[in-house]
């Protein structure tokens, strides 16, 4: 069933409407970077092939122009196509670069080379470039030069190996949680290294990978092993070290239960269990999570006897964190879901009225997808500009002229 999202339409964002982005991403992690920037108001310019030089063997993207994943993740930007094999192309780029503030890229580290769009050729031509690189790997060491994706690095990172339940092997994340996570950092490195440009006046290059990425979201998990030499394993739904969290089955479904430490009697006292206050196998975190399946299956009792809907009432009333499991579906429906505001409705010349996933923050009321939509493949003679919301509409300014000029020569 499709939903209809109303909501009031704020201003869009111009928090970093002085900032130029030249993109030159593809597939995920760096789309999902300057997806941050754009969103906020920069001037993205993507570097794109030319629409009759993509293949099925060039396509580097997982989804069509005109698909959810493609339209989510490269809404406010303006496109141009350049063969970045030839010298004109490159020639461009730079010109491109004199008068951006930032650059990002996610080539290996020897393709960028080879084309000369590394940090050092830009770097020339503009010092104060913020250049931000996302690799699989990182720029340098004894994988380097390995392609990098999603799937790999969260089997590398150890990520995989404490998801799941025993026994079944490893599990990867239902999302691409490495690409996701490497973009989000590379964009908190950009700004960060445009808050200090204001300094010193001199850009700076950004690096980081999804390896990097991964291990950092690995947070208390890694910080067992690094700290203490202690390797997680998998718990399925319950949580690692504490109990009882997880997943308790009810009359019609399942639902979530997450009672901090501080809330072992208050749970107790819930489940009408008080005898449990005094139980030796359950008087500490530690003991608690060493007879997690015992613990749980004394409280598998009690939710057995609810619906999902009242248990999640009762628990919360009793102040005890408690929540539905959804589906996707289910999720979007949800009546605070649709209080925050996050799937937001914009007009796309080719589709029609679509909705996206908008920003998980905001600065006041702000309208996030509301700048421009991608709608065609970029040509080399002209940037595609396709705008939507009322009072938004933009020319062609005079850099973008000066460029168009210059791929025409």
Known sequence: MTQSYSMARPRVSRALESVTVLDLTRVRAGPTCVRQLA???????????????????????????????FQNLHRNKRGIALDLKTPGG??????????????????????KKRLSIDYETLRAVNKRLIYASISGFGQDGPYAKRPGVDQIVQGMSGFMSITGE???????????????????????????????????????????????????MLDFQGARYVMRGEVPGQVGNAHPTGSPTGVFPTRDGHVNLAPTPPMWRRIREAIGRTELIEH??????????KTRTALHAQIDLFTRE???????????????????????????????????????????????????LGQPFVRDPEQTVEKYLKSKGATVTSFTLFVVGEG??????????????MAKA
């Open 306 to 356: 609810h619906t999902s809907e009242a248990l999640v009432e009762k628990m919360n009333q009793a102040g005890i964190p408690c929540g539905p499991i959804y589906k996707v579906d289910q999720a979007f429906a949800d009546p605070q879901v649709r209080h925050v505001g996050i799937a937001q409705s914009v007009r796309s010349e080719k589709l029609g009225d679509i909705t996206l």
């Open 280 to 289: 030796p196998d359950y008087a500490t975190t530690k003991l608690r999570a």
């Open 39 to 69: 969103d906020w108001g920069a001037n993205v310019i993507k570097v794109e092939m030319r629409e009759e030089d993509v293949t099925a063997s060039t396509q580097s993207d997982f989804s069509l122009r005109h698909d959810p994943d």
């Open 166 to 216: 025993p026994g079944r092997g490893p599990m990867r994340a239902g999302i691409a949680l490495a690409d996701l996570s490497a973009g989000l950092f590379a964009a908190l490195g950009i700004l960060t290294a445009l808050y200090e440009r204001e300094r010193s006046g001199e850009g700076q290059w950004v690096q980081t990978s999804l390896l990097q990425s991964q291990l950092f």
């Open 392 to 405: 938004l509409e933009r020319k062609k300014d005079d850099f973008a002229a000066e460029v168009v000029a």
């Open 90 to 111: 490159q020639a461009i780029l730079r010109r491109l670069a004199e008068r951006a503030d930032v650059v990002v890229e996610n080539f290996r580290p020897d393709v």
